[in-house]
């Protein structure tokens, strides 16, 4: 039996390990599902009569899925949610109806399944794996099944042909907007990143899509013939539009349900929302299929209104005035200060952490369109996340900035922010997930239900 969350994580990336000595390549040739199919199948974890979403793109993936589990939730259905990576807990990645897995049952489930991994790892060549996304899908497919989940909605971690998540039989393949990144892992054009995240349309399924750029779009439509699926990208009169600034997020108007209040303040959310009703509208019952009836309509409203996603473009303090959001590539860090444009006061100082495969550069250049103040921090919680080197992350933000500070550590990034900012500031932290976490915990965040 595992005796901690740290015993059971050493166990599950035992065999992933084996990447960190060998130069990694494009997914198709160093990700191979067959170790994760080969344990769901021993343990028939995918036998369950549950309907399952699952979601993927290059931004608002986790937000659209996190908004979906909600409504669904609200639709009263119990409804098992799956994200990465996490804030805190590793358990957050694994939720029913917005509350974590329990680390006992995460230990528990995990010694139970431990005789098929080893059976698994065991018929393995030196070079292969079994991936971790994988068996935290195993444990989560247990946890459900122990407690009735109906309905999945899981998020893919990177790309999706090559992903464990399309292991799942979904019922609905949804698309957030898709975009370059992780170029080393799934390639150099849209295109092609496309042809990986359309990897998780089914055979005769349903899939769901924002409107996507041209190469996208023609990628998911090629994949939706190959496998004779139905592909719907939602048109400009199906999506909800921001009509206000609430002091806690946005009204939006949406059809046929009017106007709906969104917790959440990231303008993007708008998006994100519309994605998401318009999916659990395709997931819904045949009995709850009417958009257009007074219940499935509450339902959705209460449902928005309930939705909690911690850590993006989330307000955190007043005097000065604290917001965090997850703003590691150039459109989102836009977006972010987009969001609240008009919530701003100043100085505006920026505290950005952004690892050095991503546009650091560009990330800094749009904080400093609104920030007197730029300061580059970083986090050692992941060695496998690499920073900017200090000169390097000096030298790029000095050309878009006077007022350039560069800090180990967020604790003496927000000491320092303070000191700029003032009561009557405004402090914007453009961070990557893990530096996310430590403000969860610096802010005393209960990440454990949503």
């Avoid at 030196?126 to 899908?137: A, C, N, V």
């Avoid at 005097?319 to 860090?333: C, E, K, L, R």
Wanted: glycine residues 6%; aromatic residues 6%.
């Amino acid at each position: 039996m595992f005796d901690s969350m740290e015993a059971a994580l050493d166990y599950i990336f035992q065999t992933r390990r084996r990447l960190d000595k060998a130069p990694r390549g494009l997914d198709e040739y160093t990700r191979d599902t067959a170790a994760a199919r080969s344990l769901l199948d021993a343990e028939g974890l995918l036998a369950a009569a549950r309907d399952y979403a699952v979601v993927t793109g290059s931004r608002g993936k986790g937000s659209v899925t996190a908004i979906m589990a909600k409504l669904l939730e609200a639709l009263g259905h119990r409804a098992g949610m799956l994200t990465s990576p996490h804030l805190v807990h590793w358990n957050e990645r694994i939720r029913i109806n917005g509350r974590m897995i329990p680390s006992a049952d995460f230990l528990r489930i995990l010694h139970d399944l431990q005789p098929a991994i080893d059976s698994c790892v065991a018929a393995m060549s030196g070079s292969q794996y079994i991936s971790p996304q994988g068996i935290f899908l195993a444990i989560a497919l247990r946890y459900f099944d122990e407690n009735d989940v109906d309905v999945a909605v899981l998020e893919v971690g990177r790309g999706g042909r090559f992903d464990d998540i399309a292991l799942v039989p979904n019922k609905l393949a949804v698309f957030a907007p898709i975009m370059l990144e992780h170029r080393a892992l799934l390639g150099d054009t849209v295109q092609r990143i496309a042809w990986h995240k359309a990897g998780i349309i089914n055979p005769h399924g349903v899939a769901l899509s924002l409107p996507q750029d041209e190469e996208a779009r023609a990628e998911l439509r090629r994949e939706a013939a190959r496998q004779k699926a139905s592909l719907t990208f939602l048109p400009a009169a199906d999506q909800a539009r921001h009509i206000a600034d609430l002091s806690a997020g946005q009204r939006i108007q949406l059809p046929p349900y009017g106007e709906l209040d969104l917790p959440l303040l990231g303008r993007y959310q708008v998006e994100n929302a519309t994605l998401a009703i318009r999916a659990v509208e395709l997931m819904a019952r045949p009995a709850e299929a009417q958009a257009e009836s007074a219940a499935f309509a509450k339902a959705i409203r209460r449902g928005l209104g309930a939705v909690k996603w911690l850590g993006r473009v989330q307000k955190l303090a007043e005097n000065p005035a604290v917001y965090v959001d997850g703003a590691i590539t150039v459109p989102s860090a836009e977006s972010f200060v987009a969001s609240l444009a008009a919530r701003l006061s100043g100085p505006v100082v920026a505290i950005v952490g952004i690892p050095r495969d991503r546009d650091y550069s560009g990330v800094y250049a749009a904080m400093a369109t609104v920030s007197r103040t730029l300061i580059i921090t970083e986090t050692d919680i992941n060695p496998n996340t690499r920073f900017p080197a200090r000169e390097e992350a000096l030298r790029a933000a000095r050309d878009v900035a006077e007022d350039v500070h560069h800090t180990g550590d967020l604790t003496h990034a927000l000491k320092l922010a303070r000191a700029r900012a003032g009561e009557s500031g405004t402090i914007l932290l453009a961070v990557s997930l893990m530096l996310v976490g430590e403000t969860m915990l610096i802010w005393d965040q209960d990440t454990t239900a949503i």
